[in-house]
């Protein structure tokens, strides 16, 4: 017995062959396209890797900035402190002692505030923070330390006035005046000294001590 014959009815103009070779085509494209993606998927991780090593270097680089900044704003603060205390009883104050680095504590020993000059006498603290260059925030941020300071005065019944300045290496006009209008005395390095900024219209703040904070 014969077996039956299959026979395909291709569209017209089409030949078996032309189909073979579309199919061929197809499995050629495939293929191409698996490497396209196998090429992608390497690219990735070549992507990737770089962005890991970019992130390394940003972070690397951030501390190496710090550990700049730092070394600017020490040498900056021993620019400072020679001539700081001449330079204020020159303007009326009659400083006697000047510390660096000072670390304020609570009676019970913790850490509340660090200032970077502290100038004193029986009446008067001046309490001084040297930035490389000042930026706004950090006027801010010596507004804080002044309400700590005086916090911690009054707790211990001392009853001098409070006062701040804000020395700098570098003191762009927009924050030297911010830190005039919030009541600090600016001062700039100026080659081998300093100089304190009091325009006509200045009006040095104090915090002065309050006898109800201190019961």
Known sequence: MTGATTTYDYPRGVTPEDVWAILREN???????????????????????????????MKETDRKIGALTNRFGEL???LVVPNIKEKFNALGFSFEQVAQDIEITDRSGGFIAEVDIL???GDMVMAVEVKAKPLEKDVKAHVKRLDVLRRRADVRGDNRAFM??????????EVRNHILRSGFYAIEQTGDTVKIHTPENFKPRKWEFTARASG
């Open 164 to 173: 701040g300045a804000i020395a700098g290496a570098i003191m762009r006009n």
């Open 119 to 121: 100038l004193e006498n």
């Open 76 to 78: 900056a603060e021993h």
């Open 27 to 57: 499995a050629e494209q495939m293929r191409e396209n698996a490497k396209q993606m196998e090429e992608l998927r390497e690219k990735q991780k070549e992507t990737d890797l770089q962005m890991k090593e970019t992130g390394r270097l």
